[in-house]
């Protein structure tokens, strides 16, 4: 891989272990967040009792996990991720569930450490947007795909769709004017495009692609429910905070929490999302 997505890679990586207390704080509400999109992506692999199933950026272990009680002691999941200390949290989530066909392993999707034709199904929930080189990522997934096997993938869709993300990022920039980051750096909304990862899968030498919107909702609770998840969970939000001198955060938490309370003046604070489901077959 080339030096600088090496770069991209390990501050991903970095990232994503350092808000790994956050995510296992919030995991069951981020879970419950995420889950029609995870429904639909195990409903488009239509998995079999004894597959081997791939689940890539598995993070605190969804889909997979879901996918490994719905599989018989002949199949298993592999779940997989650069972060070792988001990995370490969806053992304990296998643990509690009982499971014992579900396995974690430090990988990069761009370089996966398995023969061709592994697994007889691959799920990616929300991914893809923070790989190096996405079509890199969408090739090594087809490689070790069965012939006949599947891929699924949810990424986020566009920014009208997301106001969980786009109210914090807005006021954010009102304060701070962050620069805009370099064109195709990793981010929320870097594959919201129509076509975009499937016209990747189809480069990837899969077939007969589908890709599907899935509306889901954050359950924040209250105002002060989204700012504590947001700066808990949302690496975009925690990082552009961290340029923030003390002024300027309480300035950003007062203006949130006012926006919030103006959204949602019954105090109860659901906010829906956007998704796309991209699913194919090699």
Known sequence: MEQHLEQIREQQRASWNKFSPGWKKWDTLMMSFM??????????????????????????GEPGLTIAEKLTAGGRVVSIDIAEDMLAVARENAARRGLRNF????????????PDASFDAISCRFGFMFFPDMQLAANEMARVLRPGGRLATAVWAGPEQNFWVTASMGIINQHLQL????????????????????????????????????????????????WEIMTDVAAPVAGALSQATPEQRAAIERDIMTLMQQRYPSGEVTIPAGTLVIAGEK
């Not at 409903?43 to 791939?54: A, S």
């Not at 990988?107 to 450490?113: K, N």
């Open 179 to 226: 620069p805009p980051p370099p064109p195709g750096a990793p981010g929320m909304f870097r594959c919201a495009q129509p076509d975009f990862i499937a016209n990747m899968f189809r480069q990837a030498g899969l077939q007969h692609v589908a890709e599907i919107p899935v509306p889901t909702a954050l359950p924040a609770g209250s105002a002060a429910g989204y």
């Open 35 to 60: 889950r029609p999109t995870g429904d639909e992506i195990i409903q488009r692999l239509h998995l079999k009792p004894t597959d081997v199933v791939l689940d890539v950026a598995s993070g605190t």
């Open 103 to 114: 396995e974690t392993q430090v990988a990069d999707v761009c370089e996966l450490p398995f």
